[in-house]
């Protein structure tokens, strides 16, 4: 009988030990995570990083066009007159820019512009100015005041002509009234010493 029960008791205590050994004991912590799961890759990225769009070109700012430059007072002159000659003087070109009747008087203005290299002095005496009708066959004068004095530029001290030096570039503005030809006069001619006559200039009107 005592063996049986010693056998009894052993079966018993073999099968305490197993169904201990199957439960897990509470309170302990759960396993660390395995280093090849957890531990973070360092491996690079090999996925291409996306390059940065370059960024849109604005358009171009257009550059303002450069104005062109002035004409220059001869320049200017030549292309306003009504007519143009070279003069005796060296360099010194005469341009006709105005030639206006206005009433019973006509006013001529005569640029006289050195385009030389060298100064040069031109002078004008006006009991050699006139102007020719030739239709008519008449001859106008320069207008004079009650004291002799022609009534144009003059020289300062003079009271029948104009001189002056004039450098290369540099311009004078003569100007000389006449007794007004009839209406019915359209063309006529400009004679002033030391150039050519200036045949049919025009007769502006105001």
Same mark, same amino acid.
């Given at each position: 009988m005592r063996t049986k029960d010693f056998l009894l008791a052993t079966a018993v205590l073999l099968v305490l030990a197993?169904?201990?050994? !199957?439960?897990?004991?509470?309170?302990?912590? %759960?396993?660390?995570?395995?280093? /090849?799961?957890?531990a973070p890759s360092t491996a690079p990225d090999t996925a291409p990083a996306t390059a940065a769009a370059p960024p849109a070109a604005s358009?171009?700012?257009?550059?303002?066009?450069p104005a062109p430059a002035a004409a220059s007072a001869p320049a200017a002159a030549a292309a306003a007159a009504l007519a143009s000659q070279p003069t005796n003087w060296p360099?010194?070109?005469?341009d006709v820019t105005e030639f206006r009747r206005k009433g019973s008087t006509l006013t001529a203005k005569v640029i006289l512009r050195n385009q030389g290299t060298a100064e !040069?002095?031109?002078?004008?005496?006006?009991? %050699?100015?006139?102007?020719?009708? /030739?239709?008519?066959?008449?001859?106008?004068?320069?207008l004079q005041d009650e004291k002799g004095h022609y009534i144009a530029a003059l020289r300062s001290g003079w009271n029948d002509r104009?001189?002056?030096?004039?450098?290369?570039?540099?311009?004078?503005?003569?100007?000389?009234?006449?007794?007004?030809?009839?209406?019915e006069t359209r063309t006529v001619t400009l004679q002033v010493p030391g150039a050519p006559p200036f045949e049919d200039l025009p007769i502006q009107d105001s």
């Open positions: 197993a169904g201990c050994q !199957a439960r897990e004991p509470e309170g302990q912590p %759960e396993a660390a995570p395995s280093a /090849a799961t957890s358009p171009e700012t257009p550059q303002p066009v360099g010194i070109v005469a !040069a002095q031109p002078e004008v005496n006006y009991n %050699e100015v006139y102007v020719m009708d /030739a239709a008519a066959g008449k001859k106008y004068e320069v104009w001189y002056q030096k004039l450098a290369p570039g540099e311009t004078y503005t003569l100007w000389m009234k006449f007794p007004a030809p009839p209406p």
